[in-house]
């Protein structure tokens, strides 16, 4: 008997046996929450170029600026604060991170779903596709398309989503060949619903919890992915970093001893991708019945 | 004569493993490599009338759940047709076609895994009524209760999730789920193996009464011949994909024809056997992928004859409503 609120309820124990998985929970959840309340807690909108004064730029981390406030963790070559430019780029990151996600794993479901459906030629093309897709590296393909598209939020997220989708679509049609072979399918079917309503009424909400679990993991791919293309200088516009842009900005001047403007980034990203992988590697770890004692 | 509510004209399903790569081109290459292919169900025929129970028997693996799922409409047999109240169901069209969907519904044999472990009883029983619009989407609740009450439910079981119940309950449940769409004929596919003894009473106790209130006929599929016997008006024996014979249920059990009847007879349990002896039926179910040439019940029939190793018996009718497919029987007629 082991469902829902049971299952549960196991899953939280299972999860929170784990010290370092709760640590992580706690760090996400103190990440997330300074991303969302970044334009309430940084002391400066750093995408408002009147605020920004070059005179400021590239301060050490405690320096003062003219008007009297702190910069914590110094100044970019624009005169940015970082801490701001961190919480914002954050907010960018993590943002393109879950939708380009949530996206592909919609995308991937639906396309996964009705190729196990179907069958015969219409599954095997699909899953060529995929195959295909899937032999060349996710950074490959965002590249190319983001080289075609140019910069722009909206076009980062379609290139990291045109990127994983196919990876949901080989899992969903995996777990959904299993499923599909269960009684309660036939049932569905000897009961003449509709087959859309078969597919996502009943086969999806059964295929879907482990995925579910796998999609938190690839978050973290996400953000990685996004912050390496930034990097690359193929996301973002200048004028709104994410915190692979802040890292590039810095770079040129790592070795002049100006550390801040690439490390404290560094630190945020590296910082957000442990939390996010310590939640979905012990997620996926609690779900695992082979893992379970 | 009216037509039956189903019929099966000589259906045939044939499962075949294509040939992979490798193989294809060891036969380019001369070799006798084949396709395997089973055939589960050989030209079997078999009507279903209105109101009436139509027992089908058989050891596992001789294509029951086949003829099951064929009589349902969940495959479409490789040959032969499926008949809807004389009507061919693959020449039906839009409503015709959904209408004769509907009026035949399956048992599963596993409660629970016939039952989406997501949804609530109240979805499970009642989702189909509402989409086909036999209920509008207001009175889903009502009539659900209905329904378990039916069956022999509380209406507060509505609530519950599949993995809350007990396997009796879940019986119910799948059985309510079937008559949520108003069926005919109900195709009960070893309905009952699962259950504990106890609660295979009180299930067929709920069959009969259904059949009853609601005049349902049914194709009971069963193994268990103690059960067939206390449900059905016609027993048809199946032997490897073929049926063996088909008669009344009590002329049947009475005096079996067919040897393999026979055999599967002797193993019943019965309290006035004192002195079991279960030599009846040698040997073992042959494979399906090579069953035995001739007559397939040939190697374990103790009345053997040249004549079975070579040609196929067909079924043929010994007595009036009986019939068997055994040479044993046209032989002895004339004496």
């Not at chain 1, 929450?33 to 002391?43: D, E, G, M, Q, Y």
């Not at chain 2, 992979?20 to 380019?28: H, S």
């Not at chain 2, 039952?115 to 009175?139: C, D, I, K, S, T």
């Not at chain 2, 067929?204 to 609601?214: E, G, M, P, S, V």
Request: glycine share 8%; proline share 6%; with cysteine.
């Amino acid at each position: 008997m082991t469902h829902d609120d049971t299952l549960l309820r196991r899953l939280a124990a299972d999860f929170a046996a784990s010290r370092l998985a709760l640590a992580g929970l706690a760090l996400l959840a103190a990440i997330a929450a300074a991303a969302i309340l970044a334009p309430w807690l940084a002391p400066q909108n750093p995408y408002d170029l009147a605020e920004l004064d070059l005179a400021a730029s590239r301060l050490p981390p405690g320096a003062r600026s003219a008007d009297g406030t702190t910069f914590w963790l110094g100044t970019d070559g624009q005169g940015r604060d970082m801490l701001s430019a961190i919480l914002y780029g954050l907010r960018i990151s993590i943002g393109v991170g879950v939708a380009a996600t949530l996206l592909a794993l919609a995308i991937g479901a639906a396309v996964g779903l009705v190729a196990a459906w179907a069958g015969g030629r219409t599954e095997s093309v699909v899953m060529r596709v995929v195959d295909l897709q899937l032999s060349f590296p996710a950074i490959l393909i965002a590249l190319v398309l983001l080289a075609v598209l140019g910069p722009g939020v909206g076009k980062i997220v379609f290139a990291l989503v045109a990127a994983q989708w196919a990876y949901y679509a080989r899992t969903v049609r995996g777990a959904a060949l299993a499923e599909r072979r269960k009684e309660y399918v036939d049932a569905a079917v000897v009961l003449a619903l509709p087959r859309a309503r078969i597919l996502f009424g009943h086969l999806l909400p059964n295929v879907l919890p482990p995925l579910v679990v796998v999609a938190t993991v690839q978050v973290a791919n996400a953000i990685a992915l996004e912050a390496t293309l930034s990097f690359l200088g193929l996301g973002l516009p200048v004028t709104e970093p994410s915190l692979g842009l802040l890292i590039a900005n810095g770079y040129a001047y790592l070795l002049s001893g100006k550390y801040w403007i690439s490390f404290f980034p560094g630190v945020a990203l590296a910082t957000t991708i442990v939390a996010v992988n310590l939640v979905g590697d012990r997620l996926r770890d609690a779900l695992n019945p082979r893992l379970a004692q | 004569m009216t037509a039956p509510l189903l019929e099966l004209r000589a259906v045939s399903m044939r499962f075949a493993r294509p040939l992979d790569t490798a193989a294809r081109i060891a036969r380019a290459l001369g070799a006798n490599v084949g396709e395997a292919a089973v055939h589960a169900l050989d030209g079997v025929s078999l009507a279903v009338a209105q109101g009436e129970v139509v027992g089908l028997v058989g050891e596992s693996g001789c294509g029951k759940s086949t003829l099951a799922r064929i009589a349902v409409g969940l495959h479409a047999p490789s040959a032969g047709e499926r008949l809807w109240k004389g009507r061919p169901t693959a020449s039906l069209r839009g409503d015709a076609a959904l209408r004769a969907r509907l009026a035949a519904q399956m048992i599963f044999q596993d409660p629970l895994a016939s039952l989406n472990p997501r949804m609530r009883v109240a979805e499970l029983v009642g989702e189909a009524p509402v989409v086909h619009g036999l209920v509008q989407r207001a009175g889903r609740r009502g009539y659900v209760a209905e329904l378990l009450e039916r069956v022999g439910l509380d209406a507060s079981v509505a609530r519950r999730y599949p993995h809350q119940l007990s396997g009796g309950q879940r019986a119910r449940v799948g059985i309510a789920r079937a008559l949520a769409v108003r069926p005919e004929l109900l195709v009960c596919d070893e309905a009952v193996a699962a259950l504990d003894v106890s609660v295979q009473a009180q299930v067929l106790n709920l069959f009969a009464a259904l059949r009853r209130d609601l005049g349902l006929a049914y194709l009971f599929i069963s193994h268990d011949l103690g059960v067939v016997r206390y449900l059905a008006d016609r027993v048809a024996v199946m032997y490897l994909g073929r049926i063996v014979e088909s008669a009344p249920a009590e002329a049947l059990f009475a005096a079996p024809r067919h040897p393999y009847t026979r055999a599967l007879l002797a193993e019943m349990p019965r309290l006035e056997v004192r002195r079991k002896r279960f030599a009846a039926v040698r040997g073992e179910i042959p494979s399906p992928l090579a069953p035995p040439p001739g007559c397939h019940f040939h190697p374990r029939c103790p009345h053997a004859m040249p004549r079975c190793r070579m040609q196929r018996p067909e079924l043929a009718e010994v007595a009036p409503g009986r019939f068997a497919a055994c040479f044993l029987d046209v032989t002895a007629e004339p004496q």
